[in-house]
């Protein structure tokens, strides 16, 4: 099969050909139709995640058709429409029994830890528990963005923060996932405002559902400040110091920040506040396969992921935009159609 592989940190990201995965008992192969390019690939690729074995196939965000299950795989056939969370739970710990497989404490991830979804075919581990059917009017290209970006945001604000009808909540950083966010909160009545400094992403945020937009820099949290008083949550999709900072001071007292963005070293937070003003500092990483129906909810009630798919490319293109950190220049969610050179 044809694969985008790197072999080193930083290193070329080639087209090669590998061969075509088999399934181990409890696994399924899925034929990846479209995968997702995102920030969270560049990391890997940059070197900032320990746990991305060499050489690599990148990719974390798939949607396919199962092409083959494994021994003991009750769930699923071949045939069936799929995506899956972009964390992989063991499927037998008590985290993955209780429904909360994105802590696992023996996951998995495919572009990190196993081969990715930049090829024609991935693994995916614990089938039975990891594999999410596709409702039939889903796209794979807007499937494609669920993984990460739409699972990554719904789960943050609706599981961590519990976001009201009516809140400020601010998203710094309008990328896939900012940008999931803004649709998610705007669907859930909330009232979302995005930050960035790239006034096409601040346009596509407007267009998706963002009540204001604030361009990123120093008047940034005044300007937070005067609209809105102080949100009620603030979500990090960056994951730099500036930009923790900014969500977090943007908070009113007992305010909830959640932190989504990966880091690639860790942000001094302003503790002081965070304990005079009672804020909550939340993680968010990813979401299980069993909160998936919640988010499709949504998607019935008028959510369109498909919104967010600014192109479709093909490999040799990929190698190029995953040397460039997402953002950079360009807005929404570029996938991948790995059956293309």
Known sequence: MKALQYASFGGAIEIVERGLPRPGPGEAVVAVAASGLCRSDWHAWAGHDAGVHL???????????????????????????????????????????????????????????????????????????????????????????????????????????????????????????GLSAVMIAAALGARPIAVDRNPAALELATRVGAEAVVTAGPAALTQLIELTGGVHVSLDAVGSAATADLAVRSLRRQGRHVQVGLVAEDPVVPLSRVIGWELSLLGSHGMPAVDYPALFRLIEHGLDPAMLVSRTVGLAEAATLMRQPSGEGEAGIIVLHPNRA
């Open 55 to 177: 050489p690599q196939v990148p990719g974390h965000e798939c949607a396919g058709v199962v092409a083959e299950v494994g021994a003991g795989v009750a769930r699923w056939q071949p045939g069936d429409r799929v995506t899956a969370p972009f964390v992989n739970g063991c499927g037998v710990c008590p985290w993955c029994r209780s429904g909360q497989a994105q802590v696992c404490p023996d996951q998995t991830q495919p572009g990190f830890t196993d081969p990715g979804t930049h090829a024609e075919f991935v693994t995916v581990r614990a089938a039975d528990t990891n594999l999410v059917g596709l409702p039939d009017g889903l796209s794979f290209d807007a499937a494609a963005s669920l993984g990460c970006r739409f699972a990554t945001a719904h789960r943050a604000l609706t599981r961590r923060a519990v976001v009201a009808p009516g809140e400020w909540v601010v998203i710094v950083g309008a990328g896939g996932v």
